[in-house]
């Protein structure tokens, strides 16, 4: 009877994950091209900076990284990533994106550190 149960559980949650299912505020849209993405963004005292020309990502004053995407059409989702040096590189930053619809504020949900949050176009 335990394993029953066990694997009811197990097998409602794996139907019930979608990787759709991200801290994404309500009305928030998904990234089309990742120059959506380009210019400075604040959040309270941190800067991000995403040259989309460059290909470089960049948090305050810190390293430049490689700036890397990918989208995942049928989840609608569009991921940035951080890379040490160049494509090839180690991800240091990896998130899911999303606009607000006015494309004045970005949303990060952070899959590399679990954090989540809104930036403001600078």
Request: aromatic share 14%; proline share 4%; charged share 20%.
């Amino acid at each position: 009877m335990k394993n029953i149960y066990f694997t009811s559980v197990f097998l409602i949650s794996i139907f019930t994950f979608s990787q759709d299912n991200s801290k994404y505020p309500s009305g928030y849209i998904p990234v089309k091209s990742l120059t959506e993405l380009n210019g400075n963004w604040r959040y309270g005292s941190d800067l991000l900076k995403i040259n989309t020309s460059a290909k470089s990502i960049q948090f305050n004053d810190g390293m430049k990284l490689y700036l890397d995407f990918n989208k995942l059409p049928a989840y609608n989702q569009f991921y940035i990533y951080g890379r040490i040096g160049n494509a090839d590189g180690t991800p240091i930053i990896r998130s899911r994106v999303r606009l607000s619809p006015d494309r004045k504020k970005i949303h990060l949900d952070r899959i590399d550190g679990n954090t989540s949050n809104i930036y403001t176009k600078q």
